[in-house]
């Protein structure tokens, strides 16, 4: 039992909307890493900041777990890690799979209520054109 990994995914067929998509078993887990490369190619295609990233075993089931994290509603999770050990990244990669926007507030050293309030209102205009 521990040797076999259990994993589901509704990223398994790609080229259909996040709409039509079936959540389903992992049967062959040998397609994954290649799969993950062009879903990679895809996202380094619509994006200017290009992402280098390596699909090994938990790196794929991190990515499969913060999908389905990212599809349920209000969705969400608190990931804790030894900092460069890819959280944000396979976040992000996470959501451009679930077919989400993700928006991360920068933080600078004048960071105030102001430049708070201003991002709130991008999020909230990203939030409006979605719905």
Known sequence: ???QVIMFGDFL???YSAEDRRYEQVTDFTKLPQLFKDYLEDYNMSTPKVMKLVFF???IAHTARLARVLRQPRGNAMLVGVG???KQSLTRFACFLSEYTCFQIELTKGYSNFEFREDLKKIYKIAGKLL
């Open 57 to 59: 075993k938990d790196a």
């Open 13 to 15: 067929r790609p080229g």
């Open 1 to 3: 039992f521990e040797d």
């Open 84 to 86: 460069g050990s890819g």
